[in-house]
């Protein structure tokens, strides 16, 4: 079975840093494609980041410059790298894993972690 679990998320004034990690058990990063998504209340979940099986990256055009997504294989943990934060990053932060598909679109992720809070204050 395939878990993930977020931690990390928490609360940070303008312009501050946090780093999201994502553990992901029953399948290898080296295999599946792993994404970061984040949902503000009363908005759809959107795409932020995601490492592709082949280490290769993607971006959403609002966190690139600022984010950096990378893995660690040993743990088998993905991690996101948040800097410059601003007010608008403010959401819960999910993980999420699928093996194909359009790698942008929360729809083909077959696993999703439960979530981390990121507050941003301004």
């Known amino acids: 079975q395939v878990q993930l679990v977020e931690s990390g998320g928490g609360l940070v004034q303008a312009g501050g840093s946090l780093r999201l990690s994502c553990a992901v058990s029953?399948?290898?990063?080296?295999?599946?494609?792993t994404a970061w998504f984040r949902q503000a209340p009363g908005t759809e979940r959107e795409f932020v980041a995601t490492?592709?099986?082949?280490?290769?990256?993607v971006y959403a055009d609002s966190v690139k410059g600022r984010f950096t997504i990378n893995r660690d294989n040993a743990k088998n943990t993905v991690h996101l790298q948040m800097n410059s934060l601003k007010p608008e990053d403010t959401a819960v932060y999910y993980c999420?894993?699928?093996?194909?598909?359009?790698?942008?679109?929360?729809?083909?992720?077959?696993?999703w972690g439960q979530g981390t809070q990121v507050t941003v204050s301004s």
């Open positions: 999420a894993s699928t093996r194909g598909g359009d790698v942008t679109k929360s729809d083909h992720y077959d696993y």
């Open positions: 029953g399948r290898t990063l080296s295999s599946s494609n």
């Open positions: 490492l592709i099986w082949s280490g290769n990256t």
